[in-house]
C-alpha cells in the first residue's frame, strides 16, 4: 500500500489530509527553524553587556547591540533605552507595547498547527464513515461477496483515521512545544523589561 493507492481508497478526504499534512509540517518547520534563530543569545548575557554598556555612559553603544539582536528581549530592552528621557511610566509602557509585538510574531503560524491537530482527526473518521457507507452500500447493490467483501471495504475506509492520527499526533506535539517555547520567550521579555527598569532607575538617579 502506497501512498498513491491510499489517497486512491481515500477519496477527497485523504487528499485533504494529505494537503494538511503538507502545511502542519511546512509550518513546524519554518517556526522550528524561526525559535532556533531567536533563542541563540541568551538573556543573562545579553544583560550584563547592556549594564556595562550603561555603567560606561555609553547609551548608544547600548541601544546598537539591541538593534544589532533578533532577540525578542532585546528588542524590548531597546524600547526601554530608546524612551530614556521619558518618564518612567512611559518607559514602561512602551516596554509592555512591545512585548506585544514580540508575542503576536512568536504566535504566528502556531493557531493553523493547533487546528490542523484538533480537525485531522475528526476528518479521517468521516472518511472512515463515509467509507464504510460506500462498503455496506456496493454490498446491498451487488447482492453477492459476503462477509469478506464487507471486511475488505471497511478495511480501507479505516485507512483515513489512521491517516488523520498520523496528521493529527504530530501537529498537536509540535503546538505544544511551541506553546512552551513561547511561554519561555514571554518570561524572558518580560525579565528583560524589569531589568532594564531597574538599569534607567540607576541611570537617572
Avoid at 506585544?100 to 468521516?126: D, K, N, P, Q
Avoid at 520567550?185 to 531589568?195: P, T
Wanted: charged content about 20%.
Amino acid at each position: 500500500m502506497n501512498i498513491w493507492y491510499l489517497v486512491k481508497i481515500g477519496g477527497v478526504t485523504m487528499v485533504v489530509l494529505l494537503v494538511m499534512s503538507v502545511v502542519s509540517v511546512a509550518i513546524i518547520l519554518e517556526r522550528f527553524i524561526f525559535y532556533r534563530k531567536k533563542a541563540k543569545l541568551k538573556r543573562k548575557d545579553f544583560m550584563l553587556t547592556i549594564r556595562q554598556e550603561l555603567k560606561n555612559k555609553d547609551l548608544g553603544r547600548a541601544i546598537k547591540i539591541c538593534e544589532s539582536s533578533n532577540a525578542p528581549f532585546a528588542q524590548v530592552t531597546h524600547a526601554g533605552l530608546s524612551f530614556l528621557d521619558c518618564s518612567e511610566k512611559e518607559i514602561s509602557n512602551n516596554m509592555e507595547r512591545q512585548i506585544i509585538i514580540e508575542t503576536v510574531t512568536l504566535e504566528r503560524f502556531t493557531s493553523g498547527v493547533g487546528t490542523i491537530g484538533s480537525v485531522a482527526v475528526y476528518i479521517g473518521l468521516l472518511g472512515t464513515i463515509l467509507g464504510i457507507l460506500k462498503a455496506f452500500h456496493d454490498v446491498s447493490i451487488s447482492g453477492s461477496g459476503g462477509i469478506g467483501v464487507i471486511i475488505g471495504g471497511i478495511s480501507e475506509a479505516l485507512s483515513t483515521t489512521a491517516a488523520g492520527l498520523c496528521v493529527a499526533v504530530p501537529a498537536v506535539a509540535a503546538y505544544n512545544y511551541f506553546m512552551k517555547k513561547i511561554d519561555d520567550f514571554i518570561k524572558d521579555m518580560e525579565l528583560a523589561a524589569s531589568e532594564t527598569m531597574d538599569l534607567i532607575s540607576i541611570i537617572k538617579k
